[in-house]
């Protein structure tokens, strides 16, 4: 099996770096194109992998083809991809385009939608995807290895969940991130030194997220584990929920899916 990838950037980087660390194919099955020569130059270098400055190059020469590329380049690369054969394997990792906007950019059929998100740079991440009807159980246990090998995957039968994911695991980095951010700023407000406060709030988030994965339990009951009647949780979760952090949370996933839904629109 051979895999061009059209895009060479950070997500573009990720899988390459997943799929062979999981031996999915070896360097010499891949070829990367991109824009930047020096992009190029670079995963040449840290991968072995054959690089081109043609789109029509990678894609033809492949058995599966990874459309790493932003949004806004579709309407200009996917014309360039054609012809494809009807054997080809098409997958999109572009926010908010659509299955039938590389259908018809494509003038193919074999398509698969994802969404991966940041965290597979470290293999640490989540990908939801769906594919067209003509896509083989062969060429969706490709995708799968190919999706695996960041992380976690779920397929789900119906598009519309890619937007909704889109919204929810796709940006939920961001806002992960960003609560880290306020809560380190926060330890230093009070008092504590940076590296500290770094330290305390990247080890109570990651182990945070593991307690839910490995103890199997709702949320809100680990929470109540931790809230102690008249405790200092209580005060402060009293200051989140006056904030309105849950619904800042609410309207933060709906807007990132709206914005989804618009770039599939255009």
């Given at each position: 099996m051979r895999i061009g990838f059209i895009g060479g950037g950070v997500m573009g980087e990720a899988i390459i770096k997943g799929?062979?660390?999981?031996?999915?194919?070896k360097p010499t099955a891949i070829t990367v194109s991109d824009i930047s020569k020096q992009r190029l130059a670079t995963l040449k270098e840290r991968y072995g992998v054959t690089t081109t400055n043609k789109n029509e190059q990678a894609a033809q020469?492949?058995?599966?083809?990874?459309?790493?590329?932003k949004p806004s380049e579709m309407d200009t690369v996917l014309p360039q991809l054609r012809p494809l054969s009807s054997k080809q394997l098409v997958i999109s990792i572009a926010a908010g385009v659509t299955l039938a906007t590389l259908k018809k950019g494509l003038r193919h059929n074999r398509l698969?939608?994802?969404?991966?998100?940041?965290?597979?740079?470290?293999?640490?991440?989540?990908?939801?995807?769906?594919?067209t009807p003509e896509v083989t159980q062969k060429q969706k246990d490709t995708a799968t290895a190919i999706l695996a090998s960041l992380g976690e995957e779920i397929y789900v039968a119906s598009e519309k969940y890619i937007d909704m994911a889109t919204a929810v695991s796709g940006s939920g980095p961001g806002y992960i991130f960003l609560i880290a951010e306020a809560l380190t700023d926060a330890g230093v407000h009070i008092g504590l030194p940076r590296t500290v406060a770094e330290k305390l709030v990247i080890e109570t988030l990651i182990g945070s997220g593991r307690s839910i994965k490995m103890l199997g339990e709702h949320p809100a009951s680990l929470r109540n584990k931790v809230t102690s009647p008249g405790g200092t949780t209580t005060e402060g979760l009293l200051e989140l929920e006056t904030g309105g952090l849950r619904s800042l949370l609410l309207h933060a996933v709906i807007a990132a899916y709206e914005k989804s839904l618009s770039l599939g629109s255009k």
């Open positions: 799929i062979l660390a999981k031996k999915v194919v020469s492949s058995d599966v083809i990874i459309l790493a590329i698969i939608r994802s969404i991966p998100n940041m965290p597979g740079q470290i293999g640490e991440g989540i990908s939801v995807w769906t594919a």
